[in-house]
């Protein structure tokens, strides 16, 4: 039986950027970022109101069709309860359309406000598994969500079956791994780039990442100097660039100054997992002629929700 849940409820969630593949892990690895967006939902007598400050401000749907409305009308759901209405807003800083989770952001997000509702009944919010699969079921792959919703660098994977099973662990990262993310102004669409990867590969190039994936793994955790050769890919780089000419020229460009650049998730923005707590001068410059703000970033925390409006909203 589903339980209506009382007008007046409030809760909050605060969720992280991430970049996924990170080279290699094609739909498996993946790293959360410390950029955060933050929602706040509360429970109305009827109806529905998405308000949106920053990114996609007046872009994206303001409707039943927004992407934390799905995810909290599922969060909800999979518990058992059911709204009436809905007062939703949402304070944006990950760029959308960039390669860096905007979307996953919004599902982990709109789930853990979810969650801070069911917090606030007798029911049983979801744990951090329940999560990367409710997340999951969305994109139809893990990466960033799993990100999104345990912090710092995690593998993931996909078990078929009579359902889908969407699971991840978490990667220790080493202290030395400095991030930064190169931004443009310009949007990319993962479906669109997508379409750019053949439905096949070769056995040599499955080898090659299978290869860079598990030492990734161990560049990521224990070895910072096996990192350029571990974030080699012969999978979907070279095939987006076409896509994306500038990211596909910084992308090199870094890496032949003996930088472990990556194409974030299905780009437009570039990753650089570096062994130094600053670049070059002239490589940030290099960045800024073609179109990118080039910033530092610390590794995100996973998802944070709470019951009630937070001190500071």
């Not at 990367?132 to 994977?157: K, R, T």
């Not at 030395?176 to 479906?191: G, K, Y």
């Amino acid at each position: 039986m589903i339980q209506t849940l009382p007008a007046g409820l409030v809760a909050h969630a605060v969720v992280a950027a991430s970049s996924a593949n990170l080279g290699p892990g094609f739909d498996s690895l993946g790293l959360a970022l410390g950029m955060y967006d933050e929602i706040t939902v509360e429970t109305t007598e009827s109806g529905l109101a998405v308000h949106v400050e920053g990114e996609g401000s007046g872009q994206v749907p303001d409707g039943p069709d927004h992407l934390v409305v799905r995810a909290v009308q599922r969060g909800l759901d999979a518990a058992g309860l059911r709204a009436d209405g809905l007062n939703l807003r949402c304070r944006n800083v990950i760029p959308h359309s960039r390669g860096l989770g905007s979307s996953a952001a919004a599902v982990v997000g709109g789930l853990a406000a979810a969650n801070g509702l069911i917090a606030q009944t007798d029911c049983v919010p979801a744990d951090v598994d329940k999560l990367v699969q409710l997340s999951s079921e969305f994109e139809g792959h893990p990466d960033n969500a799993a990100a999104a919703v345990l912090g710092g660098a995690v593998v993931s994977w996909t078990q078929q079956g009579e359902r889908t099973e969407y699971s991840a662990v978490e990667v220790r990262l080493h202290p030395d791994i400095h991030l930064f993310a190169a931004i443009p102004e310009v949007r990319s669409s993962t479906a669109e780039t997508r379409v750019l990867l053949p439905e096949q590969v070769s056995h040599a190039d499955a080898r090659f990442n299978l290869s860079r994936s598990a030492l990734l793994v161990v560049a990521l955790s224990e070895r910072p100097d096996l990192l350029m050769a571990a974030t080699e890919d012969a999978l979907h780089q070279s095939q987006r660039a076409p896509a994306m000419p500038a990211s596909a020229e910084y992308l090199t460009l870094l890496r032949r100054s003996g930088y472990s650049a990556v194409l974030s998730g299905a780009g437009p923005s570039v990753l650089v997992l570096a062994t130094t707590p600053e670049l070059p001068v002239d490589l940030v410059e290099h960045g800024v002629k073609l179109g990118f703000t080039v910033k530092h970033m610390n590794v995100g925390d996973g998802v944070r929700w709470t019951s009630g409006v937070p001190a500071t909203t």
